[in-house]
């Protein structure tokens, strides 16, 4: 399968790398130019879960990309996902597949706008990865082989079939990947996940197992998740909350090869002082709470929270 990676940052070159690692024809597409320049130049060096690797994989600016591929997959930020699908609509073709894997609510409405819904999959995945250093190009590091859920949007036999044959690609790849009957479903979780997690670690300055220690913390995160369900339960999704709960906690056990993981948003504000993906978890049922009349006051004060550090930070 040829595939294009529209986003390589941690997330899109630990892909990358191991369906490239896999055999597949797979090339990155990045703004960054250094990060661009640097993987053509000595390859992308890659810690896969402990150990040293480089992958020797093309990369491209988007503009400067024009070959048919099979399937996008995109792995931007929230923010710059509707800028990034613009700067690549060259490529969505009648018959390209894109396949979503940002965390976050909200992206189909988004995708829609550059391709059919019968093109577009949908996942979530738990993979843990960064860039191993700040501001060092070509050099990122992933400490699980979490697993990744996908689904087509528009159900019909042959969106199923090509869904299959991406679960499979990205299994044989040596991620867990799994074909899903309800990615709304799944959506939904990992953004509730993502709610307790990424925010409460940005606002605390902690990773996933320190978090886990805090006294109290579970009421809290059980507070956030039951607005999340509230929210959840108007679009037709159903979060059972303790089962919520134990799977947001076992995020911060010992046990888990990735609780030392600094979540994506701690990443972005705390570690590069970037904007955060917070209006598209907590700010989302923030703001859907205030338009259905349901009070969300965890989210409201995460919500703040968040968008004040980054004030704080000048974060950009
Ligand atoms: N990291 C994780 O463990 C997980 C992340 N996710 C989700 O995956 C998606 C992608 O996240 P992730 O890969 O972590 O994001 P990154 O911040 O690692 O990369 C996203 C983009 O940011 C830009 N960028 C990053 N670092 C620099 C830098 N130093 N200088 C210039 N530009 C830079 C690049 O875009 P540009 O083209 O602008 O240069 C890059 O494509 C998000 O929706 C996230 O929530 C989901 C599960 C786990
Ligand atoms: C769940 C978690 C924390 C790791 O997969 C994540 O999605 C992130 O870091 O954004």
């Known amino acids: 399968m040829k595939i294009a990676i529209a986003g390589a940052g941690a997330m899109g070159c630990s892909y990358g790398h191991m369906l490239k690692q896999a055999g597949n024809d797979v090339v990155l597409l990045d703004n960054w130019e250094d990060h661009v320049n640097k993987i053509n130049e000595s390859g992308l060096k890659v810690n896969e879960v402990g ?100 689904e087509n949007v528009v159900s019909s036999k042959e969106a199923e079939r090509f869904g299959k044959l991406i679960a499979q690609t990205i299994n044989d790849s040596g991620l ?21 997690m990424n925010s409460l670690c940005t606002i605390l300055d902690s990773n996933m197992l320190d978090l886990g220690k805090i006294n109290n913390i579970e009421y809290i995160i059980n507070s956030v998740i039951k607005e999340f369900a509230a929210i959840a339960s108007t679009e037709g999704i159903s979060l ?17 090869s990735g609780a030392k993981h600094f979540p ?27 338009e259905l009349n349901i009070p969300t006051p965890f989210n409201d004060l995460i919500t703040v929270l968040v968008h004040g550090k980054e004030y704080l930070l000048q974060a950009k």
């Open 51 to 150: 150990q040293e690797k480089v992958t020797y994989i093309k990369a491209y600016k988007p503009s400067d990309y024009h070959e048919k591929v099979d399937l996008v997959i995109v792995f931007t930020k929230s923010l710059q996902l509707n800028s990034f699908l613009q700067q690549i609509k060259h490529l969505l073709t009648e018959d390209t597949k894109v396949l979503c894997l940002l965390n976050g609510l909200g992206h189909i409405e988004t995708l829609s706008q550059y391709t059919h819904k019968e093109n577009i999959y949908m996942g979530v995945t738990v993979v843990t990865a960064r860039f191993t250093n700040v501001n060092e190009p070509a050099n990122v590091s992933f400490s699980s082989y979490g697993k990744t859920e996908i």
């Open 240 to 256: 059972d909350i303790d089962e919520m709960t134990k799977f947001v906690m076992s995020f911060t056990a010992e046990t888990f």
């Open 176 to 196: 867990p990947c799994e074909f899903v009957d309800n990615i709304y479903w799944s959506i939904w979780r990992k953004a509730c996940l993502n709610g307790c």
């Open 264 to 290: 994506s948003m701690h990443q972005d504000l705390i570690r590069n002082h970037r904007l955060t993906e917070v209006d598209y978890l907590n700010g989302y049922v923030s703001r859907r709470g205030k």
